[in-house]
C-alpha cells in the first residue's frame, strides 16, 4: 500500500467520524460509566476488590459490547449515510479503504480502551506488573473485535443485533467453558490478556492447558489479519450501487 494512499484514506475517514452516532454513543457511556465509578468510589460505597472486579468486566465483555457499536463507523456508516461515494471515485484502491478505516477504528477503540483499564487499575490499587500485558489486551482486543463486527456490519444491515447474538450465544458463552475447546473463543485469549479470567461453574474437575502469552498473542492477530482481509475483499466486490 502506498503511504498517500494510506494518509488519504486515512484523513477521509477522520473528518466523517466525529459526527458518528455510534462514536457519541461509546464516548458519553465511557465517560457517564466512569464518572459514576469515581463518585461512588469516592462516596464510600466501593471497595477496591469491587473496583478490580469492574475493571475485569471492562476487558470483557466491555471491549467487545464496545467494539459492536463502533464498527458500525467502519464502512457501515458510510454505506447507509452516502458518505462513501467521494472516497470510492477517489485515487484510493477500495481495499486500502477498508484495511485503513478498520484499523483507525479498533486504534480509536483501543485508546478508549486503554484509558479507561488504566483509569480502574489506578483506583484498584493493583500493581503496576500486569500494566502492559493489559495495554495489549486493549489493543488486540480492540482490533479483534472491530475487525470481526466490522465484517459483520458490512455484510448485513442489522450488523449491531448479529454481533450481539454472535457474541452472547458463540464467543463468551464458548469462551467461559472450563474446556480446551475454549481456545477458539476470542473472548478466552482477551480475557486472559487483561487478568479477566473466569469460566462457568461446572462441577467438573477437568485437566486443560493454560493460555500462553505468546499463544494468545498470536490468536488475537491471526483473527484480526484474516477478519480485515476478508473484509477488504468482500468490500472491493460490492458493486457501486450497493456502497453508494
Not at 132 to 142: F, I, K, R, T, V
Not at 181 to 194: D, E, N, Q, T, V
Not at 202 to 209: G, K, S, W
Request: proline content about 6%.
Amino acid at each position: 500500500m502506498e503511504p498517500r494512499a494510506i494518509s488519504t484514506a486515512f484523513w477521509g475517514f477522520i473528518g466523517p467520524m466525529t459526527a458518528s452516532r455510534s462514536l457519541k454513543i461509546v464516548v458519553v457511556s465511557s465517560v457517564g460509566i466512569l464518572g459514576l465509578v469515581l463518585l461512588v468510589f469516592f462516596m464510600g460505597w466501593i471497595e477496591k476488590e469491587d473496583i478490580d472486579s469492574l475493571r475485569a468486566l471492562a476487558v470483557v465483555p466491555g471491549i467487545p459490547l464496545a467494539a459492536a457499536i463502533l464498527s458500525e463507523m467502519t464502512l457501515r456508516d458510510g454505506i447507509t449515510h452516502r458518505t462513501l461515494l467521494y472516497p470510492l471515485l477517489g485515487p484510493v484502491p477500495r481495499p486500502v479503504l477498508a484495511i485503513v478505516r478498520t484499523l483507525a477504528t479498533g486504534s480509536l477503540l483501543a485508546i478508549f480502551s486503554a484509558v479507561a483499564l488504566l483509569f480502574l487499575h489506578v483506583l484498584s490499587g493493583r500493581g503496576w506488573n500486569e500494566l502492559g500485558q493489559e495495554a495489549a489486551a486493549a489493543l488486540l482486543g480492540s482490533l479483534t473485535y472491530v475487525s470481526i463486527f466490522g465484517l459483520i456490519h458490512l455484510i448485513s444491515k442489522r450488523g449491531f443485533i448479529i454481533c450481539i447474538a454472535l457474541y452472547g450465544i458463540f464467543d463468551h458463552a464458548i469462551g467461559m467453558l472450563p474446556f480446551a475447546m475454549s481456545s477458539i473463543a476470542p473472548s478466552h485469549h482477551l480475557r486472559f490478556l487483561g487478568a479477566a479470567e473466569e469460566t462457568f461453574g461446572i462441577p467438573v474437575v477437568i485437566d486443560m492447558p493454560d493460555p500462553t502469552l505468546p499463544g494468545s498473542i498470536l490468536f488475537l492477530t491471526a483473527t484480526i489479519a484474516i477478519a480485515i482481509s476478508a473484509t477488504a475483499v468482500i468490500f472491493s466486490r460490492k458493486s457501486l450501487a450497493e456502497l453508494c
